[in-house]
């Protein structure tokens, strides 16, 4: 999340007050994306403050600059958000598959583990996640199923409904063992980090609120930086002034 100031017109009655005290300071999403090769260490980044449509093209260019084809698979990891698995099926078909972070999967296991096994806790999640590695996420949703919340508590949080809907909403996207025996990663740590140093590094700096026009041209510099990409920003900008 990027801090943004509003840069509405103001009032008249902002107009006779210091603005820096009545600025409308908002946050706004950036959404990186990153492809490599298997087995190559040097990724290429794409990046917008755009919407979730506007996502997808970046996306798409970061994968053909990675050295994608149209014979290409593509191996998609990402935290389970809908919107990310609906535009990897628009921008490559049935080129990729999608598998969601098995660490952002553990998350959810783990706060329904207190509900499902309070005194074995660690166990009770050793054994979800080994039974995931198998691609047996149906002996997972029967678990979870035999400790539903049947009421909703005090506090909001239904740990354990959470986790088996995660599960049952997300059909064909747990073939965590066919990433593993492929030398596929089943994490998105690289994308996770890559938010640090690509975006907040810079972005997010203490005191630091954006403009929106500015703040997506520091985000363009600081994908071309991590691409070490400069030829291709002057290029393009040399066609369009042309």
């Known amino acids: 999340m990027v801090p943004i100031v509003n840069t509405s017109e103001p009032s008249p009655e902002r107009e006779k ?15 990186l ?25 970046p996306w798409l260019d ?22 990310i698995f609906h535009q990897m099926e628009l921008q490559f078909g049935t080129q ?13 296991l783990s706060a329904a583990a207190d509900s499902c096994a309070a005194d074995s806790k660690q ?13 047996h996420s149906d002996q ?8 539903l919340e049947r009421e909703k508590p005090l506090s909001g949080e239904m740990p354990v409904t959470a986790c088996y809907r995660y599960l049952v909403n997300r059909p064909g996207q ?10 596929l990663p089943i994490g ?33 510099l600081r994908v071309l930086r991590a691409n070490q990409d400069w030829e291709h920003y002057w290029q393009n900008r040399n066609q369009k002034a042309a």
């Not at 007050?17 to 959404?31: G, I, P, Y």
């Open 188 to 220: 998105s740590g690289e994308i996770e980090s890559g938010h640090r140093y690509v975006i907040q590094a810079r972005l997010k700096i203490a005191g630091a609120w954006w403009k929106p026009d500015n703040a997506e041209k520091m985000l363009a």
């Open 123 to 135: 166990v009770w999640l050793r054994n979800q996640q080994q039974r995931l590695k198998e691609n």
């Open 174 to 183: 747990f073939d965590y063992q066919g990433a593993l025996a492929a030398g």
């Open 17 to 31: 007050v210091d603005r820096r005290r009545t600025r409308q300071l908002e946050w706004q999403e950036a959404r």
């Open 140 to 147: 997972v949703v029967d678990e979870l199923a035999g400790f």
């Open 96 to 108: 990729a598959r999608y598998l969601v972070d098995f660490f952002h999967l553990s998350e959810y």
């Open 62 to 83: 970061c994968v053909l600059r990675a050295g994608a084809g149209t014979e290409t698979f593509v191996h998609c990891v990402g935290d389970g958000a809908t919107w």
């Open 33 to 57: 994306a990153m492809a490599h090769e298997a087995g190559s260490v040097t990724p290429r980044f794409a990046a917008t403050l755009g919407g979730v449509e506007e996502s997808g093209k």
